[in-house]
Nanobody, 125 residues
């Protein structure tokens, strides 16, 4: 079973940047598609970005396209989310998640197989 631990959240002003990291334990990381989701207070968890096992194929939610970048380092068992031009509406708990397959066939939270506990991002106006 893969365990995920997020880090890098915090308080930032609008227009600023943060980089989230997700460290994975277990030997299967390099064969897992990975993703980031977020959940704002009172809202459902929503898709942010996903990346395939190789790091070549990525998809983004329309709301973050062009501002966020997902990447991974399989040698370090880590996936990243670089967030630029942050807006107050980006405020949420950000979760790292993974699938037991390497390609991307879904961007739905219920289809992810393992989750981290989340890291809080607050963007002040």
């Amino acid at each position: 079973q893969v365990q995920l631990v997020e880090s890098g959240g915090g308080l930032v002003q609008a227009g600023g940047s943060l980089r989230l990291s997700c460290a994975a334990s277990g030997s299967t990381f390099s064969s897992n598609a990975m993703g980031w989701f977020r959940q704002a207070p009172g809202k459902e968890r929503e898709f942010v970005a996903t990346i395939d096992w190789s790091g070549v194929v990525t998809y983004y939610a329309d709301s973050v396209q062009g501002r966020f970048t997902i990447s991974r380092n399989n040698a370090k068992n880590t996936v990243y989310l670089q967030m630029n031009s942050l807006k107050p509406e980006d405020t949420a708990v950000y979760y790292c998640a993974g699938r037991r397959r390497g390609d991307i066939d879904s961007q739905r939270a219920p289809d992810m197989n393992f989750w981290g506990k989340g890291t809080l991002v607050i963007v002040s106006s």
